[in-house]
C-alpha cells in the first residue's frame, strides 16, 4: 500500500536555503512511522498546474531527494511571510490551488488580529489595550495612561523591532528595545522633549502598534512570559501539547529564545512567582480554558486551523495576558527543558491530523 502524502509548504531564505529543513527532516522521519510521505516544496518550485518539484528525505542517502511529481492533496503550510512579496507569492499559490485540503489558513497582522479578537467579550478581558500608531503625541497619551507601553511592528516576528518605554518619574522616561535585526538597543533615559526627538529618529509609522505594557519584570531585572502550544489531534479536536516558560536575557525587553532568551518548564516560572500551589493550579487551568476558547473562536473566524502558539504572560496578581498568537509555531522550546515526549507528540499531532483531514474527505466523496 502506497503511503499518504502530505506536502510542506516552505519557502526559500536567500534563493537555496529552505527555512526549517532539521524540523521538515524529523516530520518526515514521524511521517515514515505513520505510513505518511512528507513532501517539501515552495511556490517557486511549481512547474505546471499538476507538477511540482518536491524534496522528499531519502533515510539510507542520508540527504534530500527533489523529485517532479502530482501535488499532495493535503498541504501543511511553515510559510512565514517576512516580505510583503512572500506573502503576495503564497496568496497567489493558495488562489491558484484552491481545491487542495490546507491545514490551516494565514491569520492577520498584530492591529487586525486585535481588533478581531476584541469582538468577544469573554476574549477581550485578556487583551493588553491595543491603539495603532499615528503620532508622537498620541504615543505619549499612552504612555501617561498606562505608564508603560510596547511599540511594536504590526507584521513583525521574533521580538524584532520592538520598543519598551516606560515612565520612571515627572519627567523621566526609559526607553529600550531591539532592532529589526533583534540586537538590543542600549538604554536610553531622557525627558519627554529628548524622548520626543529620539522616536522621531525611529521613524515610526501606522505600521507599528502601541500595547499597553505588562510588568512581566523577574526579581533579577529579567523578563518572562509563556509559550504554550495548542495544536489539533488525531481527531480533529483542539488540544494543548504543551506550555513551557521563557526568561529574556539580561536589558533584553523580550525573552523569545531567538533573541538569546532561555527556556524553563511551566511549573518551575510558576512557582518562582507564586508561593501557593492552588493558585499556581488556577492559573495552569485557566491558561488551558483559554487557549481552547481562543483556538475555537479564531477557527470560527478564519476558516480550519492546525495549530497556534499563544504567547502568555502572567502579572504579578496572576491574572493572564494574551500578548500575541502565532499560527506558525516553533516547538523547540519543549526539547530545551527536556520535555522529549511533549516535543515528540508536538511534531506528530500535524501528520495525525493531516491523517484525519484526508479520512473525512474521503467520507464526503463516499
Not at 3 to 29: D, M, V
Not at 48 to 57: F, I, W
Not at 213 to 225: E, F
Not at 355 to 363: D, E, L, P, R, Y
Request: positive net charge.
Amino acid at each position: 500500500m502506497s503511503p499518504q502524502r502530505l506536502g510542506i509548504l516552505a519557502i526559500y531564505l536567500n534563493n537555496t536555503r529552505l527555512e526549517e529543513l532539521t524540523y521538515f527532516q524529523r516530520l518526515s522521519k514521524e511521517g515514515k512511522k505513520l505510513g505518511i510521505q512528507v513532501e517539501v516544496f515552495t511556490p517557486e518550485d511549481v512547474e505546471s498546474d499538476n507538477a511540482v518539484r518536491t524534496l522528499t528525505y531519502d533515510f539510507e542517502l542520508r540527504k534530500w531527494i527533489r523529485k517532479r511529481t502530482s501535488f499532495p492533496p493535503v498541504i501543511y503550510d511553515r510559510c512565514r511571510y517576512k516580505a510583503a512579496a512572500n506573502y503576495q507569492m503564497l496568496k497567489a499559490f493558495r488562489n491558484r490551488f484552491s481545491k487542495l485540503i490546507y491545514l490551516s489558513r494565514p491569520l492577520a497582522n498584530k492591529w487586525y488580529m486585535h481588533e478581531t479578537l476584541s469582538e468577544n467579550e469573554d476574549i477581550r478581558r485578556y487583551l493588553p489595550a491595543t491603539i495603532r500608531y499615528n503620532s508622537t503625541q498620541q504615543l505619549l497619551k499612552a504612555l501617561k495612561t498606562h505608564k508603560l507601553i510596547y511599540v511594536k511592528p504590526k507584521n513583525g516576528t521574533g521580538g524584532r523591532g520592538i520598543l519598551r518605554i516606560e515612565q520612571l518619574g515627572d519627567d523621566l522616561y526609559l526607553l529600550q528595545g531591539r532592532d529589526q535585526h533583534r540586537t538590543i538597543i542600549a538604554p536610553y533615559r531622557a525627558t519627554e522633549r529628548q524622548l520626543k526627538v529620539k522616536l522621531h529618529t525611529l521613524k515610526l509609522s501606522p505600521d507599528y502598534v502601541i500595547q499597553q505594557g505588562i510588568n512581566l519584570k523577574l526579581k533579577d531585572g529579567r523578563v518572562h512570559d509563556y509559550r504554550l502550544l495548542i495544536q489539533k489531534n488525531g481527531l480533529g479536536e483542539w488540544e494543548v501539547t504543551g506550555c513551557a516558560g521563557r526568561i529574556g536575557p539580561h536589558r533584553s525587553i523580550t525573552s523569545n529564545l531567538h533573541g538569546g532568551g532561555s527556556a524553563v518548564t511551566q511549573d518551575r516560572l510558576l512557582a518562582a512567582r507564586f508561593s501557593s500551589p492552588q493558585k499556581i493550579e488556577d492559573i495552569k487551568k485557566e491558561m488551558t480554558s483559554f487557549a481552547i476558547l481562543l483556538a475555537d473562536y479564531l477557527e470560527s473566524k478564519f476558516g480550519k486551523l492546525c495549530e497556534l502558539g499563544m504567547d502568555i504572560a502572567v502579572d504579578p496578581e496572576g491574572a493572564i495576558w494574551l500578548i500575541e498568537v502565532n499560527p506558525k509555531p516553533s516547538r523547540e522550546i519543549f526539547r530545551k527543558i527536556g520535555q522529549h515526549a511533549t516535543y515528540q507528540k508536538a511534531i506528530t499531532r500535524p501528520l495525525e491530523y493531516a491523517v484525519w483531514m484526508q479520512n473525512q474527505k474521503k467520507k464526503t466523496e463516499d
